[in-house]
Nanobody, 124 residues
Framework: QVQLVESGGGLVQAGGSLRLSCAAS????????MGWFRQAPGKEREFVAR????????YYGDSVKGRFTISRDNAKNTVSLQMDSLKPEDTAVYYC?????????????????WGQGTQVTVSS
């Protein structure tokens, strides 16, 4: 069983920064790509970013491109999301997830394990 635990959420003013972390259990972390998604109230879950198994390749949703950076540390079984230049529209619950298949990065159906989420609130 894989467990994913996010941390680092909070309240920040527009233009500020936050760094989210996701700690994974198990010995197979490095075998899977990892992603971040977010979900605002009343909206569908939205793809944010994805990092390859080695960390050498990253992919971002259009709304965060140039502001967010995803990275991973396979030695520590962690994946991080550095969020800069935050906007009120970034307010959401953020989830990390394991990509189980080689399908398109932004499809939630490609991810089999999810964390419980961490709240990010950006005030204007």
């Amino acid at each position: 069983q894989v467990q994913l635990v996010e941390s680092g959420g909070g309240l920040v003013q527009a233009g500020g920064s936050l760094r989210l972390s996701c700690a994974a259990s198990g010995r197979t972390f490095a075998n899977y790509a990892m992603g971040w998604f977010r979900q605002a109230p009343g909206k569908e879950r939205e793809f944010v970013a994805r990092v390859s198994r080695s960390g050498s390749s990253t992919y971002y949703g259009d709304s965060v491109k140039g502001r967010f950076t995803i990275s991973r540390d396979n030695a520590k079984n962690t994946v991080s999301l550095q969020m800069d230049s935050l906007k009120p529209e970034d307010t959401a619950v953020y989830y990390c997830a394991r990509q189980s298949t080689g399908g398109v990065e932004f499809d939630v159906r490609q991810y089999d394990y999810w964390g419980q989420g961490t709240q990010v609130t950006v005030s204007s």
